[in-house]
């Protein structure tokens, strides 16, 4: 169906996804999730929480977690 | 070396995490490829210090220009205060508050409304919110019939953080090329 079939637009900022609706009600619906469970970041201990009860096994772990070590700082050099 | 936005910056620089945060970045662009009854940016994170939105803007109504409208939050209960000094009307209780005024179907060809609205402390929750828009919109070339220079501020009866913005035309639907993009200003 063409966009004009779906005439509410919507942009998620975090993930840049656009969506199209039918109806102001279904859009109310995904503003009210935004509402409900506003996605913060995880803070730097939530991170490292999430990372070891999501890794199958030790090795994993430890590599993931030097991933996201490496990753916070810098966040970019200037050249 | 590690510089800051307030010290400056020099080759070589380190940019933490912390002080990349200060700047401002877009976090939500569109452009209308189609008429569109409303643009809703969502899931707007809660860690910056304010929201600028610009939008160009033109609706399909027959007129040279009317206001559009903003919705915090999907909220439509009867809680916005606002004002347009084109019309010099403070509206008050309504269910939706004047962000802009967008070149109508009458406009010339190409004709849209030009306004910035910057949403300062937007994730606090301490106090209610408010808005201040400034555009112009210019329907006729070469013509000051139907031109117009505007701000539009207005609040909105509620403490709860910002997480997502509506953008709706009066009546209608904003027409295809219509652009609207939000940028998060850092603390």
Request: charged letters at 15%; a negative charge.
């Amino acid at each position: 169906m063409a966009d004009a079939d779906h005439p509410h637009l919507v942009i998620n900022t975090r993930s840049g996804e656009a969506r199209r609706f039918d109806t102001e009600q279904q859009v109310a619906l995904v503003i009210a999730e935004d509402v409900a469970n506003p996605k913060d970041p995880l803070t730097p201990a939530e991170e490292i929480v999430k990372i070891l009860t999501e890794s199958p096994d030790f090795e994993t772990a430890k590599k993931r977690m030097a991933d996201w070590v490496a990753a916070q700082q810098p966040v970019i050099e200037l050249k | 070396m590690s510089g800051t936005w307030a010290t400056g910056w020099a080759t070589n620089d380190i940019v933490t995490a912390a002080e990349f945060a200060k700047g401002v970045a877009s976090i939500g662009d569109t452009i209308l490829g189609s008429d569109t009854a409303s643009i809703t940016f969502s899931s707007i994170l809660g860690t910056y210090a304010h929201l600028r939105l610009v939008v160009v803007a033109r609706d399909d109504q027959a007129v040279a220009q009317e206001a559009f409208y903003l919705r915090f939050n999907g909220d439509s209960t009867a809680i916005y205060d606002s004002f347009t000094s084109v019309s010099a009307v403070f509206l008050t209780a309504g269910t939706r508050g004047t962000a802009g005024h967008a070149a109508g179907a009458s406009a010339t060809a190409g004709a849209m409304g030009v306004f910035e609205i910057l949403i300062p402390y937007y994730a606090g929750t301490a106090n209610q919110k408010g808005w201040q828009a400034t555009g112009s919109v210019s329907p006729t070339d070469g013509s000051t019939a139907s031109y117009i220079n505007a701000q539009c501020n207005g609040k909105w009866r509620s403490t709860a953080a910002i997480t997502s913005i509506t953008l709706l035309p009066t009546a209608g639907n904003f027409k295809t090329g219509t652009r609207a993009s939000l940028y998060a200003m850092g603390f």
